[in-house]
C-alpha cells in the first residue's frame, strides 16, 4: 500500500526559506514518478515540482523554477523540496504524490491528473 506523508509546513516571512519532505513507503522509488503539488484557497492544484521514475528527469512548475529544488534518493526514503525566496504567492497546501508510471517524459505528465496516490498536505503560509 503507498503511503505519503508531508511534513514541513509551517510560517515563514516574505524571503525567507522551509525545506518540505514527504516520507514514503510501499513502493520502489525507480518505477514511480514522484511529485509535489500545492492548492491555495480559491484556486485550483498546481504543479510545483515532478521527477520521474528510472531515469530522475525533472519538470518545475513556471513560478517556482529557480527558487524551488526537488530531489528524491532511491536508497533513502524522503522525496524533499528546498524552497527559497517564498513570497506570499506561495502560500498554499502542498501535496506530495506519486504514481506506479515512471513517466520518462514528466514535463508532459506533471499535472494532478497523472498521479493516482497523495498525501494528506503540509500548509506553508508565507507572511508579509
Known amino acids: 500500500q503507498v503511503q505519503l506523508v508531508e511534513s514541513g509546513g509551517g510560517l515563514v516571512e516574505v524571503g525567507g526559506s522551509l525545506r518540505l519532505s514527504c516520507a514514503t513507503s510501499g513502493f520502489r522509488h525507480d518505477r514511480y514518478a514522484v511529485a509535489w503539488f500545492r492548492q491555495a484557497p480559491g484556486k485550483e492544484r498546481e504543479a510545483v515540482a515532478c521527477?520521474?521514475?528510472?531515469?530522475?528527469?525533472?519538470h518545475y512548475g513556471d513560478t517556482v523554477r529557480g527558487r524551488f529544488t526537488m530531489s528524491r534518493d532511491y536508497a533513502k526514503n524522503p522525496v524533499l523540496l528546498s524552497m527559497n525566496d517564498l513570497d506570499s504567492e506561495d502560500t498554499a497546501i502542498y501535496f506530495c504524490?506519486?504514481?506506479?508510471?515512471?513517466?520518462?517524459?514528466?514535463?508532459?505528465?506533471?499535472?494532478?491528473?497523472?498521479?493516482?496516490?497523495w498525501g494528506q498536505g503540509t500548509q506553508v503560509t508565507v507572511s508579509s
Open positions: 521527477i520521474s521514475g528510472g531515469t530522475r528527469n525533472l
Open positions: 504524490a506519486a504514481d506506479p508510471r515512471a513517466f520518462d517524459n514528466i514535463s508532459s505528465y506533471c499535472r494532478p491528473y497523472y498521479f493516482a496516490n
